[in-house]
C-alpha cells in the first residue's frame, strides 16, 4: 500500500459528459501528479501541483483541468468525454517539488470507461 | 514520438535465472532513470534508479545499468523469483528542474516455476 489514495476505482459514463476523479496523496506529500495510461500505452504525465500551485504541464488536454485543495487531495476534471479518454487514471505524490530525484509514489488508479 | 521505449512487450525467465530487461531513449536531456514494478490492479511501486553520472545502481537482487552513449538502459533480476512476475516500466527525467516523469510502454515479465 503506497498511502496514495483514489476514488472511485472505476467509473463508467458516456460520451460528452463530465466526471471527477479524486486523489489524496501520502501523509505530508505536497506534491501531486496526475498521469493517464490508455491501452498498450506508457504513462503519460498530465499536470503536478505542489501545496495548491500548479508547477507542471504535460500533455493535458483543454477539456481536462486539475486543482489542489488545502487539504492537499486533488482532483481531475474530465469534461465534454469522448470515447478515446477511456484510460486508467493514476494519481502520484512526492514530499517535495523541483527535487526531480524525489520518489513518486503511485495510487491504484481509477479505470475509466467511456461509451 | 516515444522518447522512451521498451521493445519487448514480454518476456519468460525460469524461476532462479536472469531476468533482463531493456529500455532505450532518445532524448539526451534524460539525466535520471528510474524503473518501475506494476502488479494487476495496482498503481506502480518504484523499484531502483540511477542519475547519468552512474553506470551501474544495485539494490538487492536488482541492478540497473547504463549506457549513456548508447542511450540504453537495462534492469537484471538475479535470481529471478516467481514474485518479480509483473509488468516493469522504464521512466527517465531531467534532473534540471522538470518533474514529469516519461514512461516507456513496459514489459511483462513471466516468472516460470
Known amino acids: 500500500d503506497s498511502g496514495v489514495t483514489q476514488t472511485p476505482k472505476h467509473l463508467i459514463t458516456a460520451t460528452g459528459q463530465r466526471v471527477t476523479l479524486r486523489c489524496s496523496p501520502r501523509?505530508?506529500?505536497?506534491?501531486v501528479y496526475w498521469y493517464q495510461q490508455s491501452l498498450d500505452q506508457g504513462l503519460q504525465f498530465l499536470i503536478q501541483y505542489y501545496n495548491g500551485e500548479e508547477r507542471a504541464k504535460g500533455n493535458i488536454l483543454e477539456r481536462f483541468s486539475a486543482q489542489q485543495f488545502p487539504d492537499l487531495h486533488s482532483e481531475l476534471n474530465l469534461s465534454s468525454l469522448e470515447l478515446g479518454d477511456s484510460a486508467l487514471y493514476f494519481c502520484?505524490?512526492?514530499?517535495?517539488?523541483?527535487?526531480?530525484?524525489?520518489?513518486?509514489?503511485f495510487g491504484p488508479g481509477t479505470r475509466l470507461t467511456v461509451l | 514520438d516515444q522518447q522512451v521505449k521498451q521493445n519487448s512487450p514480454s518476456l519468460s525467465v525460469q524461476e532462479g535465472r536472469i531476468s533482463i530487461l531493456n529500455c532505450d531513449y532518445t532524448?539526451?536531456?534524460?539525466?535520471?532513470f528510474l524503473w518501475y514494478k506494476k502488479y494487476p490492479a495496482e498503481g506502480p511501486t518504484f523499484l531502483i534508479s540511477?542519475?547519468?553520472?552512474?553506470d551501474k545502481n544495485e539494490d538487492g537482487r536488482f541492478t540497473v545499468f547504463l549506457n549513456k552513449s548508447a542511450k540504453h538502459l537495462s534492469l537484471h533480476i538475479v535470481p529471478s523469483q516467481p514474485g518479480d512476475s509483473a509488468v516493469y516500466f522504464c521512466a527517465a527525467s531531467e534532473l534540471a528542474g522538470s518533474y514529469q516523469l516519461t514512461f516507456g510502454k513496459g514489459t511483462k515479465l513471466s516468472v516460470i516455476p
Open positions: 532524448n539526451s536531456m534524460f539525466d535520471y
Open positions: 501523509s505530508g506529500d505536497l506534491s
Open positions: 502520484a505524490s512526492s514530499a517535495l517539488a523541483g527535487v526531480t530525484t524525489d520518489t513518486q509514489y
Open positions: 540511477i542519475s547519468s553520472i552512474k
